[in-house]
């Protein structure tokens, strides 16, 4: 136990960390934006190409690790509209948007420096692997769902447009396409880029979470908080518990590596889950309760499942 509290501690002190500091005007709030987006669009996506690069993609890209992954995901999606709309009583459009918010994990800001963290390197390649595919196949679901329930959607065609260029606009994906054309092409480098993408990957994971931390300062609990907290269980741990189940009970897969898939898939909901919920203004305020919550009860339920995954 004093093992997981060494790995979990320092992860959500930088979180409040970034959370004080903003609360008490340390830092401006709004930088936090800023630092995120330094985050997202250069130093992640320098990490993603660099640990790409420098992997054993042949053997990062396990279908019995990804496709739980993304089953349980989906399952999630389904568990989480039907809650809304039977037992809240919402309309199918902001059904769907809650089941999403049980359903997006937050990857990158969170996902990454606890993987690092907990498994150290190692746990890179398949960590990536997952990530690679999440915004391309979760978004474009869940665009999908949403124009094809709600009224006043718009065409199919479209919608796959949108979802294709939201996708490919993102620098994260830039950076995966870069690292895999420059790992099957052999591609070596020099001393001067390796060590620029070296610094630039050192940055990800401190102002990840001091960023993560200080964004927490929008997020205000509202009217729809039990909601948020059904979307925030489905995500911590329901989704984790059927990657657990599909992995371990049916596939067999070794812990050594299954717990790689299980562990990102215990991570709290990610920012686009309000950015979804927004674009298509429904339930919002579930979305930003959701990240609120999830977050900060992630600190005990991560260490659960580090507890259980435990050899």
Request: with cysteine; glycine share 8%; charged share 10%.
């Amino acid at each position: 136990m004093l093992a997981i509290i060494t790995v979990i501690a320092p992860i959500f002190a930088l979180m409040a960390f970034g959370y004080g500091a903003v609360r008490f005007r340390l830092f401006p709030a709004e930088g936090i934006k800023s630092l995120i987006a330094f985050v997202n669009n250069f130093a992640t996506p320098c990490l993603l190409f660099h640990s790409l690069l420098t992997s054993d993609l042949r053997s990062a890209f396990n279908l019995a690790i990804i496709g739980p992954f993304y089953i349980g995901a989906l399952i999630c999606f389904v568990l989480g509209i039907v809650v809304a709309i039977r037992f809240f009583g919402n309309t199918p459009g902001v059904g769907v948007s809650v089941g999403f918010s049980g359903t997006f994990t937050n990857t990158v800001l969170v996902g990454l420096p606890i993987m690092t963290r907990a498994y150290g390197p190692e746990s890179l390649p398949v960590t990536l692997s997952i990530i690679g595919l999440h915004g391309a196949i979760l978004l474009t679901i869940g665009m999908i769902t949403m124009e094809l329930v709600r009224r006043d959607g718009q065409p199919l065609g479209k919608t796959l447009f949108v979802a294709a260029r939201r996708v490919l606009s993102n620098p994260l994906i830039w950076g995966i396409i870069a690292g895999m054309i420059g790992y099957f092409s052999g591609l070596q480098l020099i001393e001067p880029a390796e060590a620029f993408f070296v610094m630039m990957s050192s940055a990800v994971i401190p102002a990840a979470l001091f960023g993560i931390g200080g964004a927490l300062n929008e997020y205000k609990l509202s009217d729809n908080w039990r909601q948020a907290l059904v979307a925030s269980f489905i995500k911590l741990i329901v989704h984790p518990a059927l990657a657990y189940v599909m992995m371990i009970w049916i596939l067999h897969v070794p812990m050594e590596i299954a717990r790689y898939g299980i562990l990102l898939s215990a991570m709290p909901a990610g920012v686009n889950v309000y950015i979804f919920a927004t674009y298509y203004n429904r339930a919002a305020s579930v979305a930003a309760n959701t990240i609120l919550i999830a977050t900060v009860a992630s600190a005990v339920t991560i260490s659960a499942w580090l507890l259980i995954l435990t050899p």
